[in-house]
């Protein structure tokens, strides 16, 4: 039976078991487990562990994490991100300066309401199947660090990359969320890509057909 650790390029629109379930069809084994829940929408470094290094999934998920994430500002979603439905729309947005000057607020320890739309259970329930049935129920706030948070690029007027390096459990569509509010105009994650999670890296990450094809040639 296989062992070890393999790094995913998770693909967009792949939940995280989505990866686990292909990989045990490919490595034809049951003991598949990863570290570190990826959005759908989101790509990047997933580590999964084949076998007995199962084991070692909960030391994994309590590592640091690094994320390449696209701001956008402007917009209010229900889930916090463009996959949403829209809630509030406008075009007075502040410039860069504003954004550079509020990004110090978020930085350090602090507290974050976890979204609707996660996987958090809640009287047994997860978030996200009472949000989908149009439920939404009263959540506690959770301390998380941001360790960095700059900006890299403007892609558009709209739209900051920003690089966020934080600590298990940090909801980075949140944290935009919460920099939207702050700047008085909304804002959401149009695009994530984790570039770093237990010590892994992109570098080290490869695909799932690169995968596939490294099983056919045995």
């Excluded at 994320?67 to 502040?94: I, K, M």
């Excluded at 974050?112 to 996660?118: E, N, V």
């Excluded at 301390?143 to 909801?171: F, M, N, W």
Aim: net charge neutral.
């Amino acid at each position: 039976m296989a062992n070890g650790i393999i790094i995913i390029d998770k693909p967009a629109d792949w939940t995280s078991m989505d990866v686990c379930a292909k990989l045990r069809g490919i490595l034809k084994t049951k003991k598949v487990g990863h570290a570190g829940t990826l959005d759908p929408m989101a790509t990047g470094v997933l580590p999964v562990f084949v076998g007995q290094a199962t084991r070692g999934v909960s030391f994994a998920e309590s590592g640091d994490k690094e994320y390449l994430a696209v701001l956008r500002l402007g917009l209010v979603t229900n889930t916090q991100d463009t996959s949403g439905q829209v809630l509030h729309r406008t075009e007075e947005l502040p410039d860069r300066a504003a954004l550079e000057a509020v990004l110090p607020r978020f930085t350090g320890e602090i507290s974050q309401l976890p979204p609707m739309y996660s996987a958090i259970k809640i009287g047994g329930k997860k978030l996200y199947e009472l949000a989908r049935a149009g439920k939404e129920v009263e959540r506690a706030p959770r301390p998380v660090t941001i360790h960095a948070l700059e900006i890299l690029d403007q892609p558009s007027p709209t739209e900051y990359t920003l690089r966020v390096a934080c600590s298990k459990g940090t909801y980075v569509r949140t944290l935009c969320h919460d920099i939207g509010q702050k700047l008085g105009c909304g804002g959401v994650m149009d695009a994530l890509r984790r570039t770093e999670a237990a010590g892994f890296t992109l570098e080290q990450a490869v695909t799932l057909e690169q995968v596939m094809q490294a099983a056919e040639a045995g």
